[in-house]
């Protein structure tokens, strides 16, 4: 479904991501790991088209790399930005809608709305109130909510779970498989490691710009050598 | 007390002119951190539409009026086609040079194309007028100022509360890539903004020639000076602020007028921008101020 070839990104001098290759299949759940400062976000951004990015980027067998982030959002790729970026002065309701912008089917938009209030309840009780006025759970489960709005058949999840309670992250990996199961493709950057290989179904583990591994998340969960080395604490 | 309607209706008169103009400011700036010099020729524009309209022989104010908007819209969108996208991604002191630019080459453009001097656009003539409401003497012309500056304002209100582009426009204010990542074109909603910043400069065109009788090429540059300034002094990208900023403005010139004797009416802005000055040592962020973020604003 998505395929990365050596793409790289630079900031001025700075070399954030060093010809990065990954390849996601339809309806995985895949995990992007690695240390602060690794290249996770400048990697995702990169496929979002947010950043300006050398190399390819293949999505539903389709050239997307020069495309700007609106036309990527608009074929299904999109991304739920690290520390959430709700839309602070719009209501709950607001922000859904806004996150429906490019649907043209009026009901279909209103069965989703329905859909995520009763996925998170306690949006529909905030529905009226300003999205900054949340806590950073219901934020991050509005960020959520607002992605999923677009129909996104591929969804890059940055850091879903930074900032949250350990309770509410565990409750966050269920949400995240359920739109696994829902039939969305994952791509999800996360430091919670072992939360995050107990959900997914593979992984890759970058630092400092290169990805130095890619397998199963099983296997890497038991890989006490690569989990010192990149994700130890 | 007749006199006191008068004045009262004078400062909502001024102060609904000041708030349009002030509004077309906020809005571009609080989502392109632009503060639009050009927003004068973007009036000027617009009266030279009106007088163009009247050569070619369009003599219904009925008609030259929605001419006049149409033409702040459009103008308001060229500029930022042509002179604003291309430094969209630089530095802010960019924008606000390419803004007096375009400010300079439009006042010159005039200057060549039509006349240095005033020219008359006597359209509006039959709203100078002043009727009767019970025993009070009103004008006519402030009055329809009053209406048509409220009816813009709960317009645009409605389009930035209802249509998924108004939605857009907020959100942009301090999300601009967010607003991206919904699949929402930035251009259109900078497009949008700027030709709604048109519209509103359009409008107050419209009155301030009923109100003169004429134009030249310098015709918007103090009316955006005292936007300039209702902003600043309602929070600069608030677009309440910049309303309220406006009406403040009018009442604080009326009221100078009033109570100044006239021996000292050279001091008249001298005292206003003291007054303001003050306010802004209380205040110095503004009345109705919001921080603007606008880390998220580059690609
Ligand atoms: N806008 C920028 N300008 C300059 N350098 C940047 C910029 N964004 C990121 N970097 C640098 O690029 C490198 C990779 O950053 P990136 O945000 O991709 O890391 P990350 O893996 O997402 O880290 P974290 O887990 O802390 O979010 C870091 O060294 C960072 O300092
Ligand atoms: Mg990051």
Redesign the pocket.
């Known amino acids: 479904m998505l395929s990365v070839n050596r793409l790289s990104v630079h900031?001025?001098p700075?070399r954030?991501l060093d010809a990065a290759s990954i390849r996601i299949g339809r309806g995985e759940f895949v995990a992007l790991l690695?240390p602060?400062?690794?290249?996770?976000?400048?990697l995702i951004s990169g496929i979002a088209g947010l950043v300006r990015a050398q190399g390819r980027v293949l999505f539903e067998d389709r050239e997307i790399g020069a495309l700007p982030t609106e036309d990527r959002v608009r074929r299904g790729l999109t991304m739920t930005p690290?520390g959430r970026h709700v839309f602070a002065n719009l209501t709950v309701a607001e922000n859904l809608r806004l996150g429906a912008a490019i649907r043209r089917d009026r009901e279909g938009v209103a069965q989703d709305i329905e859909k995520y209030l009763g996925l998170f309840p306690i949006l529909r009780e905030r529905n009226h109130q300003l999205a900054g006025t949340l806590s950073g759970g219901e934020q991050q489960m509005l960020a959520i909510a607002r992605s999923m709005m677009s129909r996104p058949r591929l969804l890059m999840l940055d850091?879903p779970s930074l900032g949250l309670a350990p309770r509410i992250v565990a409750q966050m990996f269920d949400y995240i498989s359920l739109l696994k199961e829902a039939g969305v493709t994952l791509l999800v950057v996360e430091?919670n490691v072992m939360q995050a290989l107990k959900h997914a179904d593979r992984a890759y583990v970058i630092s400092s710009g290169i990805i130095r591994h890619e397998g199963k998340a099983e296997e890497l969960r038991s890989d006490r050598r690569l989990i010192d080395m990149y994700l130890g604490n | 007390m007749d006199y006191a309607i008068q004045q009262g209706l004078n400062a909502l008169a001024f102060g609904s002119e000041y708030a349009l103009i002030a509004l077309g400011l906020a809005l571009v700036y609080s989502i392109m951190n632009l503060m639009n010099f050009a927003h004068g020729e973007i009036i000027a524009c617009a009266g030279y539409s009106m007088y163009l309209a009247i050569l070619i022989g369009i003599g219904s104010p009925w008609l030259v009026a929605p001419i006049a908007i149409a033409a702040g819209a459009l103008v308001a969108v060229l500029f930022e086609r042509i002179a604003f996208r291309p430094v969209r991604h630089a530095p802010t002191t960019t924008g606000l040079l390419t803004a007096l630019g375009v400010s300079i080459v439009v006042q010159n453009l005039l200057t060549l194309l039509i006349s240095p001097r005033p020219r008359a656009v006597p359209v509006f003539s039959e709203l100078s007028r002043t009727i009767f409401i019970g025993p009070y003497a009103i004008s006519l012309l402030q009055l329809l100022e009053l209406a048509v500056v409220a009816l813009a304002i709960g317009g645009l209100v409605l389009f930035l509360k209802h249509s998924t582009l108004g939605l857009a426009i907020r959100a942009a204010t301090r999300e601009f890539s967010t607003v991206r990542l919904m699949g929402i074109r930035a251009n259109r909603v900078i497009a949008t903004a700027f030709a709604l910043s048109g519209l509103l400069a359009g409008i107050a065109a419209i009155f301030i020639i009923a109100r003169r009788g004429s134009i030249d090429p310098t015709f918007g540059f103090q009316p955006v000076i005292k936007a300039f300034i209702a902003c600043v002094i309602g929070g600069f990208g608030s677009l309440g602020g910049a309303v309220l900023g406006g009406m403040l403005l009018g009442f604080l010139d009326v009221a100078i007028i009033v109570l100044l004797p006239q021996e000292y009416g050279g001091l008249r802005d001298a005292i206003a921008y003291s007054i303001i000055a003050g306010l802004l040592v209380w205040r110095p962020e503004g009345l109705l101020t919001r921080r603007i973020e606008l880390g998220d604003k580059e690609i």
């Open positions: 900031y001025g700075i954030a690695g602060n400062g690794a290249g996770k976000t400048s690290e850091e430091q």
